[in-house]
């Protein structure tokens, strides 16, 4: 985006980050997941949940695409998507996105929403300190300086209280094992009674990896992303692995004996092969869970105390 656009919006740089204040309404500017593309948006955090009926309204009202996203509640931050620019001249462009951004916070008044006038923390205006907005991950709030120092070092110290525990990573792994074999249950008996694939039911695997290694304690660090991709991808193996042993067995031969014929040899490979691009899918799903790792939760807090 050029520096023309930032203006209009009155984004101003802060760490890594631009944020806004227009007649009192914060807002920051992120990126917006579209499936394969990547597009600019200005979040607003709210201090309560917004339902879905008051999205669309707002939708509607600015003509432009709102979507939720979450703060500290369930829906309780709405990001408006900025246009592409496309063949629209510079001026006309920019004069839209200043237009986008004036009729949204309009329509945050009309519907009612409300920010933030208080620390996101202690939940108090009033304090021997004045609030200061910072950015926490994407979101630009009210804080005290205070708040958000002893709320870095209580993270930091968790985390590493955490890491201190590394001798816990046999625990972690075994109960993670579990956790993933607990996930697959749903989809074996779905495949029983329907004899049909549902990538979904694919994401309970790492998801159920995931909460078996959290229960087992060790350090959520980086390589806990690669512990529950190597099970999941275990877990789904020796599931093909195990039905086709008890087709062998029906049929009177052996698991290998059955794959020296080239036409389940086919089958069995396609299977294999299916299952595990729908554990890729499961794993794309769940991925924002299973890739909270202590480091990215450091990443979040860095800027509070900016
Ligand atoms: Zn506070």
């Given at each position: 985006?050029?520096?023309?656009?930032?203006?209009?919006?009155?984004?101003?740089?802060?760490?890594?980050?631009?944020?806004?204040n227009?007649?009192?309404?914060?807002y920051?500017l992120?990126?917006?997941?579209?499936g394969?593309?990547?597009?600019k948006g200005?979040?607003?955090?709210?201090?309560?949940?917004?339902?879905?009926?008051?999205?669309?309204?707002?939708?509607?009202?600015?003509?432009?695409?709102?979507?939720?996203?979450?703060?500290?509640?369930?829906?309780?931050?709405?990001i408006?998507?900025l246009?592409?620019?496309?063949?629209?001249?510079?001026?006309?462009?920019?004069?839209?996105?200043?237009?986008?951004?004036?009729?949204?916070?309009n329509?945050?008044?009309?519907y009612?929403?409300?920010?933030y006038?208080?620390?996101?923390i202690c939940?108090?205006?009033?304090?021997?300190?004045?609030?200061?907005?910072?950015?926490?991950?994407?979101?630009?709030?009210?804080?005290?300086?205070k708040?958000a120092?002893d709320?870095?070092?209580?993270?930091?110290?968790?985390v590493?209280?955490?890491?201190s525990?590394?001798?816990?990573?046999?625990l972690?792994?075994?109960?993670?094992?579990?956790?993933?074999?607990?996930?697959?249950?749903?989809?074996?008996?779905?495949?029983?009674?329907?004899?049909a694939?549902?990538?979904?039911?694919?994401?309970?695997?790492?998801?159920?990896?995931?909460?078996?290694?959290?229960?087992?304690?060790?350090?959520?660090?980086?390589?806990?992303i690669?512990?529950?991709?190597?099970?999941?991808?275990?877990?789904?193996?020796?599931?093909?692995l195990?039905?086709?042993?008890?087709?062998?067995l029906?049929?009177?031969?052996?698991?290998?004996?059955?794959?020296?014929d080239?036409?389940?040899?086919?089958?069995?490979?396609?299977?294999l092969?299916?299952?595990?691009?729908?554990?890729?899918?499961?794993?794309?799903?769940s991925?924002k869970?299973i890739?909270?790792?202590s480091?990215?939760?450091?990443?979040?807090?860095?800027?509070?105390?900016?």
């Open positions: 985006m050029k520096e023309e656009i930032y203006n209009q919006l009155h984004l101003t740089k802060k760490g890594n980050t631009y944020v806004g227009l007649n009192g309404v914060t920051s992120v990126d917006v997941d579209m394969t593309i990547s597009m200005l979040m607003f955090v709210f201090n309560h949940s917004i339902q879905n009926e008051t999205r669309r309204l707002i939708q509607k009202k600015i003509r432009n695409s709102v979507r939720f996203s979450t703060f500290k509640m369930k829906n309780d931050s709405l408006i998507v246009p592409f620019k496309l063949f629209k001249k510079e001026e006309e462009f920019n004069e839209k996105n200043n237009l986008l951004l004036c009729d949204s916070i329509a945050f008044q009309f009612e929403l409300h920010q006038q208080e620390c996101v939940h108090k205006v009033r304090h021997e300190e004045k609030l200061d907005y910072r950015v926490w991950d994407v979101s630009y709030v009210p804080v005290h300086p708040c120092a709320h870095v070092k209580d993270v930091k110290q968790s590493e209280k955490e890491n525990k590394s001798n816990r990573l046999i972690s792994i075994i109960l993670s094992l579990v956790g993933a074999f607990v996930g697959l249950i749903p989809l074996v008996m779905i495949l029983y009674i329907s004899d694939f549902y990538a979904i039911l694919y994401a309970l695997i790492p998801l159920g990896g995931f909460y078996g290694y959290k229960l087992g304690k060790a350090p959520r660090k980086t390589y806990m690669y512990i529950i991709i190597i099970i999941s991808v275990l877990i789904v193996v020796a599931f093909e195990f039905t086709w042993n008890i087709l062998a029906s049929l009177d031969y052996t698991l290998s004996g059955l794959l020296e080239s036409t389940y040899q086919y089958v069995f490979l396609n299977e092969l299916i299952s595990l691009l729908f554990l890729g899918i499961g794993i794309f799903i991925w869970l890739s909270n790792t480091d990215k939760q450091i990443n979040k807090i860095e800027t509070l105390n900016k």
